[in-house]
């Protein structure tokens, strides 16, 4: 005469499992920002003009270099420098790094040039580089280029040396040849490597132009900031600073979502939260 | 040499040394010595024997990724130098490509073979379905369990048509259920495609369900060939190990293992 009970007791309705509430990280970065602009606003405003700047200031700043188009000027002579640079690492940094990777001999012999060259002082040689290309464009490319292929040629390199063997001897088993090995199967096993080094070579990249531009000291945002700082303006000078940083925060992302778009296995085996 | 039969394979006083550096002395390590068998067409041979017995060793040279030190290796009375189309290798852990689908992986093969266009995509689909993953076609590797990922690996050696399958302990990271399902599978695909297959394996139990033949390995060399007279087709093999014969015959591969018997 007992009563019958359930197997499986009913779930309670307070016990159904609830949506995750978790902040965004989008909100968390804003939540960041904003805090830290406005402690600098703060602080920033009781120290002498000449020694520092805060953020109201320095949007006045930038608001008059807009307006007299003087920063949209420096800004498109910098990028054009930049990028093209920067595309060309790109272009001679991905296949010399897997070329290096994949051969003894290469990597035997121009190994240890990359590795050193990575270590270069390239401020030490930009003079000399003034010297032989002048004071335009052309020296301005050349430096971003040589900073930014290096971190891009070791990186594609370290990922061809991490491909798994079996994976190369998957190609071998169906008689690829060594180049469609190569295309097939290396270069896009090393994608996640090869994007991390374009990363790295976005912030050696914005510096390396930068650089460039005080030793030329005429054009783009480099121009900007030296003679900003030769008169002492120091919120003028902050201004091609932020802009920089905003910029390579922005390109930065444009490479995650480009290697998202090429190889989003890797962020699912990874496990990575984008949101 | 005689006419020789396609899929047909012959191992010839086939020896493999290996150089090995420790602690900067450079040692020799014979992986094979003087190994000689051969395999029929549409056989089904497993190679047995603790790590290091060069079985793998044997089935890599088989495959062309290795070559032997020493002897003579045919596939269809052609001498093996090098990978090649006659001979399909389904790796330990699956190996396929992680940013490929089930269906490109088992394309992937077909290019290399030079299939194009329609011919290429139908014929993956065929092999897809001969090992029952028709529905899982556009999932990539990290989007399967370890049984489908393997069934995979075998659609991907056996499309590209060879006359012998190569597999290189394929079920040794499953599960024991997975593992049985697959065992079945395969013999069935064995008797529909008439494939001679070469399975590399350390589970006693395994490699008295599939083979014809057994050869044991020990430390390189040969120890013992035993011929499994089990019935073909296998039909139910959960039925067969209770069987006497399968109990037998499993006794005595345990026993030429672990070298109770002498050699005759």
């Not at chain 1, 093209?84 to 897997?98: D, H, Q």
Request: include cysteine; proline fraction near 4%.
């Amino acid at each position: 005469m007992s009563k019958v009970t359930p197997m499986v007791p009913s779930i309670p309705a307070d016990e159904a499992p609830k949506l995750k509430r978790e902040i965004p990280k989008w909100a968390i970065t804003t939540l960041s920002v904003v805090s830290v602009i406005l402690t600098w606003e703060i602080f920033g405003r009781d120290i002498n003009p000449i020694f520092g700047s805060y953020p109201s200031a320095i949007a006045a700043a930038f608001w008059m270099l807009v307006k007299n188009g003087q920063l949209v000027a420096a800004l498109m002579q910098s990028m054009k420098a930049f990028v093209v640079g920067y595309a060309l690492a790109i272009l001679v940094g991905v296949p010399l790094g897997l070329v290096i990777g994949r051969s003894r001999f290469l990597e035997a012999a121009i190994g240890i040039f990359i590795t050193g060259a990575y270590a270069m002082p390239l401020v030490a040689l930009v003079p000399l580089l003034v010297l032989w290309m002048g004071l335009g464009f052309a020296v301005k490319a050349c430096v971003v280029f040589l900073m930014a292929v290096f971190p891009i040629v070791i990186n594609t390199w370290l990922g061809v040396r991490a491909v798994p063997k079996t994976l190369v001897e998957v190609g071998k088993s169906f008689v690829a040849s060594d180049f469609t090995i190569l295309r097939r199967i290396v270069l896009p096993a090393t994608i996640p490597y090869i994007m991390a080094g374009i990363k790295l070579a976005v912030g050696r990249g914005v510096v390396a132009m930068v650089i460039a531009e005080f030793f030329t000291a005429i054009s783009g945002l480099g121009a900007i900031i030296i003679n900003a700082a030769n008169s002492f303006d120091t919120a003028r000078m902050f201004v091609p600073v932020i802009v920089l940083m905003v910029l390579a925060t922005l390109l930065n992302s444009f490479v995650g979502f480009i290697e998202r778009k090429v190889a989003p296995w890797q962020v699912e085996l990874s496990g990575r939260d984008e949101g | 040499m005689s006419e020789a039969q396609i899929g047909q394979v012959s191992m010839t006083d086939v020896s493999k040394t290996f150089t090995l550096k420790v602690d900067g002395q450079v040692q020799l390590v014979q992986a094979l010595k003087s190994v000689n068998f051969d395999v029929k067409q549409a056989e089904i041979v497993t190679l047995i024997g603790p790590s290091g017995c060069g079985k793998t060793t044997a089935l890599r040279i088989l495959m062309g990724l290795e070559s032997a030190s020493h002897g003579r290796v045919t596939v269809g009375g052609k001498q093996v130098n090098g990978c090649g189309y006659d001979r399909g290798l389904v790796f330990q852990h699956a190996e396929l490509l992680p940013w490929l689908t089930a269906a490109q992986n088992v394309m992937f093969g077909l290019e290399m073979k030079g299939m194009r266009g329609s011919e290429l995509k139908e014929t993956a689909q065929r092999y897809l379905e001969l090992v029952g993953l028709k529905d899982a076609a556009n999932r990539r590797p990290y989007q399967l369990s370890g049984g489908m990922k393997q069934r995979v690996g075998i659609a991907r050696a056996l499309a590209i048509d060879p006359e012998v399958l190569l597999m290189d302990e394929p079920f040794g990271a499953l599960d024991a259920q997975t593992r049985e399902t697959l065992q079945g599978e395969l013999l069935d695909i064995q008797a529909r495609t008439k494939k001679t297959i070469i399975f590399v394996t350390h589970d006693l139990d395994e490699a008295v369900l599939l083979a014809d033949r057994i050869i044991v390995m020990r430390e390189g060399c040969i120890q013992e060939t035993i011929n499994v007279t089990l019935p073909r087709p296998r039909g139910d093999l959960g039925a067969l190990r209770g069987s006497a014969e399968f109990a037998a015959t499993r006794y005595r591969v345990w026993k030429a293992l672990h070298g109770v018997e002498a050699v005759h």
